[in-house]
Structure formats: C-alpha cells, structure tokens
C-alpha cells in the first residue's frame, strides 16, 4: 500500500510534543515503507521542523532524507499542471502549490491514503473515494484490512 504524506504529517512524526503525533506514528510504524514523501513538501518540512522543533530535528530529517530512510517522489510535469488545475478549483481554499502537489502526487501513484492532519483542506478537496485520509480514517482502514 502507498501513501503519500504531507507536510503536517512529518512534522507531527518528529515533534513527539504535536498534538497529533501518537496518530500519525501509529500509521507510520504500521507500514513505514509505504511511505512516500512528495518533492514539494521537503522544504517546507526542513523549514517547520527548523523553526518549530529545533535545527537538529531539521538536520536529522535532512540526514535522513540522504541515506534513503524515506522514499521520495521527484514528481512529474504532470503533476504540477494538475496542482494548479486543484488550486484553481479549490481557489477558497486557498490550497497551495504543497498541498495541491501531494494530492496529484498521490492520485497519480493511486495511493491508498494522504497522511495528513490538516483536515481543512485535505478534507474539503474531492478525492478519489477510495483514497482515505489517515490518521483520521484509521478505524475504517484497519476494519477494511483486517486489523481492527
């Protein structure tokens, strides 16, 4: 199973002080090489985890973005002309290159499921419906495969 992961997710991951990060790891350590980190949030999760975590938590997700601890999409021409047809659509979201990139991303690799927490967005979008939204969707999803 793939999924792709936004920005939120990652941070979330690292700061063991976030709100979300018991959910987020939990879908982690069930499948961490499902994972797949889109080209488009790797700065921004640098910047975040800089100025929000602390530069050794960004130097440590750099350390390991080097020595292939995570997959990473580099993307397609593709997938950015369908992130401007989503930021285009969803222009009162104000969705964003990242955002819009990691739903292109993940309907091009058919992936199962978006990690993400930021459900304002994510959630307002029309995704395949298939497609789940984890940590929220967890329930659903460990019904469907079996482990709930």
Do not use: K, N
């Not at 080209?39 to 938590?57: M, Q």
């Not at 969705?95 to 459900?119: F, H, N, P, Q």
């Amino acid at each position: 199973m793939t999924v792709v992961v936004d920005t939120g997710a990652i941070i979330a991951l690292v700061d063991a002080d976030d709100a979300h990060h018991h959910a987020v790891r939990a879908v982690y350590d069930a499948d961490p090489r499902a994972w797949v980190l889109p080209w488009a949030i790797l700065p921004e999760v640098d910047h975040l985890l800089a100025r929000h975590v602390g530069a050794s938590a960004a130097r440590a997700f750099r350390h390991d973005l080097a020595v292939g601890a995570f997959r990473v999409e580099w993307g397609t021409d593709a997938d950015l002309a369908r992130a401007h047809a989503l930021c285009t659509q969803y222009d009162g979201l104000a969705l964003g290159l990242v955002d819009a990139t990691v739903i292109a991303v993940a309907e091009r690799l058919a992936a199962r499921a978006i990690v993400t927490v930021d459900l304002r967005d994510f959630g307002a979008v029309s995704l395949p419906r298939e497609m789940l939204l984890l940590p929220r969707d967890v329930a659903w999803h460990d019904q469907a495969t079996g482990r709930g």
